[in-house]
């Protein structure tokens, strides 16, 4: 299995500029999580989709911010404006369906750097 | 609600020093355990888990316990190597919070030779 893929995985834009960060979850998993790290703050969950229906967003910072899972092999973390702040490595991390012993499985991360 | 709790780091160790990071846990029920560890410039990997109360989970040298009466699961590795520094998670995941992970703050470990 090639686990979760993330692409780009170094991404340098300017303030203003739109961003889009892409996941690819591992096959047959049904959940998918979007997390943001820095320093300051550590992990952070941003928005989490259960078969492909978004569940929870509370953690998504601002209007600036939206996810979209458009079918169960692929989402997209969409940043517009983009903003200094939002520097930060995201992380896309999948896991298979029901039983809470199931672990989250991540992918090497997008390290987004906005100037 | 439910959070997990980890000591604070940074932690420094000195090849094959003892090294024990402590983690308690808050849940409404019963949930499943986890230590992740992410090693500089990856991704978090799952380094072992224990789903119910005195299950130990281990893997390459580590150990965690399950403690239902202490609501912890500490972190221990009796002889620590340069290759495991890291920053080590720890997390839980409970069945009727669905599949949200709860993630402590993480532990950075500086292991010096």
Redesign the interface.
Known sequence: DAG?IQSPRHEVTEMGQEVTLRCKPISGHN?L?WYRQTMMR??E?LI?F?NNVP??DSGMPEDRFSAKMPNASFSTLKIQPSEPRDSAVY?C?S?GE????????????TRLTVT | GDSVTQMEGPVTLSEEAFLTINCTYTATGYPSLFWYVQYPGEGLQLLLKATKADDKGSNKGFEATYRKETTSFHLEKGSVQVSDSAVYFCALSEWDTGNQFYFGTGTSLTVIP
């Open positions: 979760v959940s999580f550590g992990l969950l989490y259960n569940i929870d992380f991390a896991r029901g039983l809470s012993s199931y672990e989250q499985y991540f992918g090497p991360g």
